[in-house]
């Protein structure tokens, strides 16, 4: 069962316009959320996280945001950079510390 | 402050061949993860440590796979007659006492299995 799913596989953004990044989930126990972004032959690299208890968090050109609702967050870049191409993962836990359910990832390319 | 490593980076073994992987987590990180990911799919979960205990095994760690945390410093994981389906990178994490909610992902080990 996918209890995270990521729709897009991929996107595509001109440099300096706004990436939106999307996530679905199943599993209303999940307290946090979690962004990674990838490049080839990396592990993934932690952007930004929200608590459940949250409906938004911004740290620099990244902002999450979580509707509980409709069990869906998306990631937002502003403005995309090419170094902004990659794989982005999105994942839930069921509490701080607990083992992290990704998505399939969205592959993102910056086009200068 | 360096970040998490594993070694080998990169593994070619023959069908049947047992394989060892290490991961060093962060100083003072208490928690350590195993993940396993496949070509166009997220990290899987495997395991994970608290110190040395082992506190969750993903039904996908067959009896072939186990992993140790002796001492609660770094991890090992060890593939027995290993299998082509085991080729994979397997991921390592570790995450702060005080700071569990994020995890640190070390560059992976990539397995391929001949």
């Known amino acids: 069962d996918q209890q995270v799913k990521q729709n897009s596989p991929s996107l595509s953004v001109q440099e300096g316009r706004i990436s939106i990044l999307n996530c679905d989930y199943t599993n209303s126990m999940f307290d946090y959320f979690l962004w990674y972004k990838k490049y080839p032959a990396e592990g993934p690299t932690f952007l930004i996280s929200i608590s459940s208890i949250k409906d938004k968090n911004e740290d620099g050109r990244f902002t999450v945001f979580l509707n509980k609702s409709a069990k869906h967050l998306s990631l937002h870049i502003v403005p995309s950079q090419p170094g902004d191409s990659a794989v982005y993962f999105c994942a839930g836990a069921k509490a701080a510390g607990n083992k992290l359910t990704f998505g399939g990832g969205t592959r993102v390319l910056v086009k200068p | 402050d360096t970040g998490v490593s594993q070694d080998p980076r990169h593994k070619i073994t023959k069908r049947g061949q047992n394989v060892t992987f290490r991961c060093d987590p962060i100083s003072e990180h208490n928690r350590l993860y195993w993940y396993r990911q496949t070509l166009g799919q997220g990290p899987e979960f495997l395991t994970y440590?608290?110190?040395?205990?082992?506190?969750?095994k993903s039904r996908l760690l067959s009896d072939r796979f186990s992993a140790e945390r002796p001492k609660g410093s770094f991890s090992t994981l060890e593939i027995q007659r290993t299998e082509q389906g085991d080729s994979a990178m397997y991921l390592c994490a570790s995450s702060l006492r005080d700071r569990q909610e994020t995890q640190y992902f070390g560059p992976g080990t990539r397995l391929l299995v001949l």
């Open positions: 440590f608290q110190n040395e205990a082992q506190l969750e």
